[in-house]
């Protein structure tokens, strides 16, 4: 980097680092609702909060930079990141990794991954793609609407793009549809080396410890604050290895419970942990009986927007995992569907299932399941029988009898938003079935059903069912042959009758 961009980008830090230190408590007096004098305005937080010293965010870029060329992990998409010369590969090989791993382990991702980019390397394979190959590939890994998206955005950059993937945070943040912010700037600055920061789940953790921002991490003024950050922070030379070094931080040494505080290359930087040591060293002293004074805790005086709130005061016991604090979760909704395993015996010999195609649109768009309909709450066994044997009627256009149907038993599956409890039912067929054209349907095997693009939830469906099949047809307790029992066709002790050693070791005798 030349001496004039280097004085350039110093001089775009410091400016960054003024914005984020300095913008709270700004804004128009707020006057008396009864026209007196004006409302004092909230005290603007202290430097704790950010990064007001040039000096500190050098030696935090120099350490965490240092930790993860020595920790990062190996994983597929940072080595086509690092390794691809063509930039719109690169930005795709990203943009597909940024995607999967949205509200997924990293883990689960790996294999994912390598198969998705095996199948569809660059954004024209993925554009000619069909849906349905799309949603096979993606069946297991949750979340499904994310796949649909990632293609639609693959099919308008082949077709109004020139297949050539936007260069900058706000153009892809303005042309592809389903990419966020977070998602535009780990792209620009991963495969492109826009200096731009990144905010998720990982960083806002990092960042809440570092500087002691106790107020609702998932407010939308946090968040604004946190990206200030981030943007103040991010090296200016290695900007997306910075970003990916600020994300590996929080998924591997600054995680939510337990922290390895002792590992942190940033420690020295860590306003929580500076204060979890005073509180340490008061303890210590006061127990020997030496006198200490009250530990030196700075706390923003005034109403502070990213302070904890007074009545969530700080709790020793919880040390750094006393930030970043989060508004409670909503409890999701519950829905209860009743599921019929619809089983005929097919040409090979072995079962075969009837699947049918969801809607293109809603939850679990496009993906295949058995034969659903969405219950009312608090219906009795009967009259779910009965409103699932007049649905299946009604899509059969053959009589089903409520009686026929068989109870297996309750399938629950957690959605991010939804509590969905299946009520599973099976109903064996002896002939075939006239299906509704309109609905689209097929018969499937076993093999054929994991093949498709179907739920992990109607995956536990089906082994449920696979479960109480096996319950059914295994031999009773009566039935189990008792230990040391002759086989059928042996020698000729008496059934039940315990064999001798000179028995046992005798040749068998010619019938």
């Keep these: 980097m030349t001496r004039a961009r280097a004085g350039t980008a110093a001089a775009a830090a410091a400016g960054a680092l003024r914005r984020s230190g300095s913008s709270a408590g700004r804004g128009r007096k707020r006057t008396s609702p ?13 430097a704790r909060h950010h990064f007001s010293d040039l000096a500190e965010v050098e030696a935090l870029r120099k350490n965490l930079l240092a930790w993860y060329d020595r920790c990062k992990r190996d994983l ?24 999967m791993l949205q509200q997924t382990q990293v883990a689960t991702v790996i294999d994912y991954y390598n198969r998705w980019m095996q199948k569809w390397p660059t954004l024209q394979a993925l554009a000619q793609a069909s849906l349905e190959e799309v949603n096979e590939l993606w069946a297991g890994l949750g979340y499904y609407s994310r796949g649909k998206r990632l293609q639609e955005a693959a099919r308008k950059v082949v077709s109004e793009l020139g297949g050539h993937m936007p260069r900058t945070a706000e153009a892809l943040q303005k042309l592809l549809p389903g990419v966020g912010r977070y998602t535009a700037g780990a792209i620009a600055s991963i495969s492109y080396g826009q200096a ?23 407010s939308p003024a946090v968040i604004d604050r946190l990206w200030d950050m981030a943007n ?22 600054c995680v939510p419970k337990a922290p390895l505080c002792g590992e942190c290359p940033v420690k020295q930087h860590c306003r929580a ?18 006198p200490a004074p009250v530990p030196d805790v700075e706390n923003c005086v005034g109403d502070c927007p990213l302070c904890p709130p007074a009545t969530e005061p700080w709790d020793s016991s919880l040390g750094v995992t006393n930030f970043p604090r989060k508004a409670a979760k909503k409890q999701p909704r519950a829905m209860r569907t009743a599921t019929c395993v619809l089983e005929r015996r097919g040409c090979r010999g072995g079962p075969e299932y009837l699947i049918v195609q969801r809607p293109s649109s809603g939850l679990l768009a ?23 044997a007049d649905h299946l009627q009604a899509w059969m256009g053959q009589p089903v009898a409520a009686k026929g149907l068989r109870f297996i038993g309750e399938v629950i599956h957690i959605f991010s938003h939804i509590h969905q409890t299946y009520v599973v039912y099976s109903l ?16 499937v095997t076993e093999e054929e059903f994991h093949a498709s693009a179907v739920s992990t939830a109607m995956k536990k469906v089906l082994k449920a069912h696979e479960k109480q099949h096996r319950k059914e047809t295994s031999p009773g307790k009566g039935s189990k042959r008792k230990r040391g029992a002759k086989p059928q066709g042996a020698g000729s002790t008496c059934p039940g009758t315990q064999l001798s050693l000179h028995a046992f070791l005798r040749a068998p005798t010619a019938p």
């Design 76 to 99: 597929p998409w940072r080595a086509l990141a690092a390794t691809e010369p063509d930039a719109d590969r690169r930005g795709y090989a990203v943009w597909v990794s940024e995607i």
């Design 34 to 46: 009864r026209g007196g004098a004006p409302a004092p305005t909230p005290a603007p937080p202290l």
């Design 428 to 443: 064996p067929l002896d002939g075939d079935v006239t299906l509704d054209p309109a609905s689209p349907s097929r018969w």
């Design 232 to 253: 103040a922070l991010v090296d200016r030379s290695r900007p997306g290895d910075f970003n990916q070094a600020l994300m590996e931080l929080g998924a591997t040494v």
């Design 273 to 290: 942990r500076c204060r979890v040591e005073k509180e340490l060293a008061f303890a210590s002293q006061k127990l020997f009986g030496k």
């Design 196 to 218: 731009t920061g990144v905010v998720d789940g990982n960083v806002i953790r990092v960042l809440c410890r570092l500087r002691c921002i106790g107020a609702d991490s998932s």
């Design 366 to 388: 496009g993906l295949w399941e058995f034969p659903s309909l969405q219950l009312a709450q608090d219906l009795q066994e009967k009259k779910e029988r009965e409103v699932l």
